[in-house]
């Protein structure tokens, strides 16, 4: 994308506001990279009200960002530059107050999460949070949930060989996951299927997470590699995310363990067929599945692409 002028950051950052987190971290860390950060710090230097009002709600999204890819110290970064910003905004405060207790900084937490309640009394997820705080407080993470934290904030400080040092005897299944996006982060596609086929051969359920997409490369997301690898994982899944997939809705499965396995292995058949252009296997999937729209118009479109393959 080439350079932003003000006007543009305007209307991206509110479509940002607009869609919330799930908006700003569905559209992947290279998007958040090259767009989204650039137009924070577009609007951030306005002598605009306005502009600067859009900016620290820019960044409470960034902290939210953080937060979904556990690193709560660059979240409260984040917060705290929303805060230089709007210093009114006490939902700011709470969030800040549960990512110390997330990172185990207790009193820390409750101090914040106090100045959320004072400052906005009618905030009901601060006072509950306050409350839940108050009585079960987190224990500090130890031994590799630790390990992993700490690298999650090294990929979010874009430390990356740190990240990677620290991760470097990686065994279990959730620090390949982290090693994974470190690497997706640095657009390092052959590394990323590299530990994910490593993952594939541990054994144990995987949580494919939101984090794991968001992260992931565009190039890795289109290739037939990739869904391969989710085929082979598909029975694995203790609970598995789809921030893009194409929409389910109209088969009517049901949201017990048997239709999230059902749509889940809907979805990887779906881009199998669609990342190898297999009409064939689209044609068969509209088929079995009439109701399904998505899969008549990828058949649709893969007949007519596979149509123009054949002219002379």
Not at 54 to 73: E, I, K, M, S
Not at 171 to 193: F, H, K, M, N, W
Not at 283 to 300: F, G, I, T, V, Y
Request: proline residues 4%; positive net charge; contains cysteine.
């Amino acid at each position: 994308m080439g350079r932003i002028s003000r006007s543009g950051a305007r209307k991206i950052l509110t479509r940002c506001s607009r869609g919330g987190v799930a908006y700003v971290h569905g559209r992947g860390y290279r998007w958040v990279m090259d767009v989204f950060l650039p137009c924070l710090a577009l609007l951030e230097t306005s002598k605009s009200r306005r502009d600067q009002e859009l900016a620290a709600d820019g960044y409470y999204r960034l902290g939210d960002v953080h937060d979904f890819n556990h690193a709560p110290q660059a979240a409260i970064a984040a917060y705290r530059r929303c805060l230089r910003l709007d210093p009114q905004e006490a939902a700011a405060w709470r969030e800040i107050g549960m990512m110390y207790e997330h990172s185990g900084q207790h009193h820390k937490a409750l101090a914040a999460l106090r100045r959320a309640t004072r400052m906005d009394p009618d905030d009901v997820y601060a006072r509950d949070d306050l409350k839940a705080s108050s009585e079960y407080p987190s224990p500090p993470l130890r031994g590799r949930a630790r390990q992993i934290q700490r690298a999650c904030e090294l990929l979010a400080r874009r430390r990356f060989q740190d990240a990677l040092s620290l991760l470097r005897k990686a065994r279990s299944i959730p620090e390949l996951q982290v090693t994974a996006r470190i690497y997706g982060a640095q657009g390092d596609c052959d590394r990323v299927l590299a530990t994910w086929e490593k993952i594939s051969r541990r054994k144990g359920p995987v949580e494919l997470l939101w984090e794991d997409w968001h992260f992931l490369p565009g190039e890795v997301f289109d290739s037939t590699a990739w869904w391969t690898l989710m085929w082979q994982l598909r029975k694995r899944w203790k609970s598995c995310s789809w921030p893009r997939f194409p929409s389910t809705d109209d088969l009517n499965l049901s949201t017990n363990a048997k239709g999230f396995r059902a749509r889940s292995t809907l979805v990887v058949k779906y881009y199998l067929a669609k990342t190898g252009n297999d009409f064939a296997a689209a044609l068969e999937l509209s088929r079995r599945n009439p109701r399904w729209k998505a899969a008549a118009d990828l058949a649709r479109r893969l007949r007519r692409i596979s149509s123009a393959s054949r002219l002379p």
